[in-house]
């Protein structure tokens, strides 16, 4: 009693279970989506470190970037990110995100207690004013694993990220041999997940 099927994605996953996925977040992927395709790119992602196995939310957003409608809430240009030992003032870590929302070019900057969250709250401040609604997007957890550490500090690093709205719960993963990168993936991901699934909550609600 309770118990319930899930659909696992991995790179053993055949056409079905895509097909179920996407069925099952409201993704209408008409006769011309190539599946073929996305499980292609899935398993080359898999093989550079991602997992998507506790990371549906990402899978969710790889189907909808190759939907021919898909318009993507920001689009990254660059980002910085930096961490300093002053003396007298000790660690210091800074961001700097610039991207496009709307065709509007937003750059700003923050700090933060280290670099992942200076460029999450640099991301956020850019990202405000347009979707005010990631206020309520936190932070549940945050796992890094090092995939291949016989390489040391060059290794493959995985990170995930747990993200709430306080209503629903999704993951998202990254992965790069730069830990930063690994963590933007996610970070960027999580953000532009929770913007849509809010937005197809509205739209069913109305």
Known sequence: VGNRSRVVVSELSGRGNLLSKAEEYGLDLDKKFDIASALKDLKS?????????????????????????????????????????????????????????????????????????????????????????????HLKDYKVRILDGNHGTMATTRVLIDTSNGVSQWSTVGASTNIIEASWFALADSIEYGIWELSRRQQHEG
């Open 45 to 137: 992602m898999e093989a550079q470190g991602f997992s998507f196995e506790a990371a549906e939310a990402s899978v969710v957003m790889m189907l909808r970037r190759r939907q021919p409608d898909y318009q993507p809430p920001f689009e990254l240009i660059d980002f910085t990110a930096s961490v300093e030992h002053r003396q007298g003032r000790g660690m210091i870590a800074e961001a700097t995100v610039k991207v496009r929302v709307n065709g509007e070019i937003i750059h700003t900057a923050a700090d933060g207690n280290g670099p992942v969250n200076a460029l999450d709250r640099a991301l956020r401040k850019a990202l405000r004013p347009f979707y005010p609604e990631i206020d309520h997007f």
